[in-house]
């Protein structure tokens, strides 16, 4: 009864738990590259000559701090 219970608690939590939001890093032409590269610490010190101010592609005033891209811009 007690574990019918639980398995139950543990099936809501995992079900409601939030989705991922964070914008995959896109399987484009620009970004194919980068899914060659095994090290994400090598594949992000190229992401910023588009993606930053004058860039083709610049990051957002409300960007959170752009260290790291790739633990937050998921490869899929
Ligand atoms: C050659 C220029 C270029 C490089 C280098 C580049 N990007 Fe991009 N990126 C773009 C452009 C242009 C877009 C918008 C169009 C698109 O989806 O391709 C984009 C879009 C994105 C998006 C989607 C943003 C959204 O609006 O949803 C993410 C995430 C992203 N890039 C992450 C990265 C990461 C991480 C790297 C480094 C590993 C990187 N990019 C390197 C040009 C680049
Ligand atoms: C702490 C997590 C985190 C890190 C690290 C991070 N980002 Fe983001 N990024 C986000 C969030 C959150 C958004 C806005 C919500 C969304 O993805 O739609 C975003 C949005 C973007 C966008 C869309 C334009 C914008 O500013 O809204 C691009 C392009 C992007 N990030 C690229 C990068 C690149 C390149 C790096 C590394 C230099 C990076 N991100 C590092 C969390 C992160």
């Known amino acids: ?3 019918a219970g639980g398995a139950i608690a ?6 409601s738990a939030p989705e991922e939001t964070t914008s995959r890093m896109p399987r484009d ?14 594949a992000e010190k190229l992401c910023v000559g588009c993606h930053s101010k004058g860039g ?12 790291r891209c790739l633990f937050c811009h998921k490869r899929d």
């Open 10 to 15: 543990l099936l809501i939590f995992l079900y």
């Open 1 to 3: 009864m007690l574990f």
């Open 56 to 67: 083709e592609y610049p990051l957002t005033d409300t960007h959170p701090d752009p260290y």
């Open 29 to 42: 032409e620009n970004h194919r590259k980068f899914y060659e590269i095994k090290s994400k610490k090598e």
